[in-house]
């Protein structure tokens, strides 16, 4: 059974950074695709930032030139460092496993974690 579990959220001013963790468990993560997505309150589910098997990257536009996807597959743990945070970022954010191609469509992903919450704020 896969378990993912995400961590390093937290309250962060405007212009702050923080790097989420996901450590996943259950499955061999280096056959899997991972993403992160992302659930503002009122708003539904978006994608922010995935990577392939072989470290093709993307990013919503939202986050582009300010997130950073990455993975170790020898930790079973895959990172999104958040750099410039502003409040429109504050979400809970989500990590999740596919076999699938590495995609911002979170209908495409089997696993997911619980969630980790971020709020940017002063």
């Known amino acids: 059974q896969a378990q993912l579990v995400e961590s390093g959220g937290g309250f962060v001013q405007p212009g702050g950074s923080l790097r989420l963790s996901c450590a996943v468990s259950g499955i061999t993560m280096e056959d899997y695709a991972m993403g992160w997505f992302r659930q503002a309150p009122g708003k539904e589910r978006e994608g922010v930032s995935c990577?392939?098997?072989?470290?093709?990257?993307e990013y919503g536009d939202s986050v582009k030139g300010r997130f950073s996807i990455s993975r170790d597959n020898a930790k079973n743990t895959v990172y999104l460092q958040m750099v410039r945070l502003e409040p429109e970022d504050t979400a809970i954010y989500y990590c999740?496993?596919?076999?699938?191609?590495?995609?911002?469509?979170?209908?495409?992903?089997?696993?997911w974690g619980q969630g980790t919450p971020v709020t940017v704020a002063s």
């Open positions: 999740a496993a596919t076999m699938r191609m590495a995609t911002l469509f979170d209908d495409d992903y089997n696993y």
């Open positions: 990577i392939s098997t072989d470290d093709k990257r």
